[in-house]
């Protein structure tokens, strides 16, 4: 009997072959695995969100380190006016052990100060009654420069300008720090006992910062 549709389309002819060839249809299933193997690389090829994110927070730590650099510089600038003098800055530190025997005795001034051109540190240590130390020195630049970014990132200009309590308890030292900068003026005292507490942590920190300055 004739075939009433003796014409077939070129796709079903195909696709009658590959039906009836199992050697087609071998060959059809390994191109499906090699197209399956070449998504998967193409997958794992794309940044995901987290190495996105990862770059992301590396540019942020970069730009914060630049900006960080700039300050410091922005900083030492500022310590200096507009005809490249010093600006005026002056910083005391008192400390004493108050009414103890004299073999215990013990006190400690510290006086760092700037003229137009240049930075001087005076010390007076005396221990055990003895004076131990009396000196003034001139300061370079750099160690001023360091010691002034410190105090300043402490906060030491940022306390108010404190005066002497009026009632004073005979017999114990009211110790003191003042400091003057530009315009800028603070001071605080404190007495030993309550140094230690940790309410005065940051003011602790700044007397020992100062304890350790040396020429």
């Known amino acids: ?48 969100k987290k190495g996105k994110r990862t770059v992301r927070i590396k540019q942020n730590l970069n730009l914060k380190q630049k900006n960080g650099s700039n300050q410091i510089h922005s900083l030492h600038t500022n310590l200096k006016n507009h005809k490249g003098n010093w600006k005026p800055m002056d910083l005391v530190w008192e400390e004493s052990s108050g009414a103890v025997a004299p073999e215990y005795r013990y006190a400690k001034q510290f006086h ?12 007076k240590i005396v221990k055990n009654g003895n004076l131990q130390l009396e000196e003034t020195k001139e300061i370079p630049s750099i160690q001023y420069e360091k010691w002034m970014n410190r105090f ?32 800028t003026k603070s001071k605080f005292y404190y007495r030993l006992e309550e140094i230690q507490q940790p309410e005065w942590k940051q003011k602790k920190n700044i007397i020992k910062y100062i304890e350790r300055m040396k020429p």
Do not use: C
């Open 112 to 123: 760092l100060w700037t003229d137009s051109k240049t930075i001087h540190l005076t010390r």
């Open 1 to 48: 009997m004739a075939n009433p549709n003796p014409v077939e389309t070129k796709n079903q002819i195909e696709s009658t072959d590959e039906n009836s060839n199992p050697t087609a249809q071998s060959t059809k299933l390994k191109h499906k695995k090699v197209n399956t193997k070449t998504n998967s690389n193409l997958s794992s090829s794309r940044p995901s």
């Open 152 to 183: 300043l990132e402490m906060g030491i200009s940022h306390f108010p300008y404190e005066e002497i309590p009026e009632e004073q308890i005979t017999g114990i030292s009211y110790n003191f720090v003042e400091f003057q900068f530009g315009s």
